[in-house]
């Protein structure tokens, strides 16, 4: 079992900037791919970005594309997530969790909200 630590959420003008961070009660290297999800209200959960354990490999989502930088350092058992050029569609509750997810592995989210 691992439980996961998200933080760095806020309240931003749009153009801005935020980096999130997530911490992992132990080693994620296991993991292998870890992501960072969100979910606006009325939406489902989708995933933003992903990162492969040796940090070989990202992918993003295409509205995020240019704007958005997901890292991880598997010493100190985190990721990083971050968030240039913010919109006011990028507001939302972001998560992140292994990927594909693990539903016992949910934590509670960091806030974002873009204001126009």
């Known amino acids: 079992q691992v439980q996961l630590v998200e933080s760095g959420g806020g309240l931003v003008q749009a153009g801005g900037s935020l980096r999130l961070s997530c911490l992992a009660s132990?080693?994620?290297?296991?993991?292998?791919?870890m992501g960072w999800y969100r979910q606006a209200p009325g939406k489902q959960r989708e995933l933003v970005a992903s990162?492969?354990?040796?940090?070989?490999?990202?992918n993003y989502a295409d509205s995020v594309k240019g704007r958005f930088t997901i890292s991880r350092d598997n010493a100190n058992n985190t990721v990083y997530l971050q968030m240039n050029s913010l919109k006011p569609e990028d507001t939302a509750v972001y998560y992140c969790?292994?990927?594909?997810?693990?539903?016992?592995?949910w934590g509670q989210g960091t806030q974002v909200t873009v204001s126009s």
């Open positions: 990162i492969t354990s040796r940090s070989r490999g990202t």
């Open positions: 969790n292994r990927w594909p997810p693990q539903n016992d592995y």
């Open positions: 132990r080693s994620i290297f296991s993991f292998n791919t």
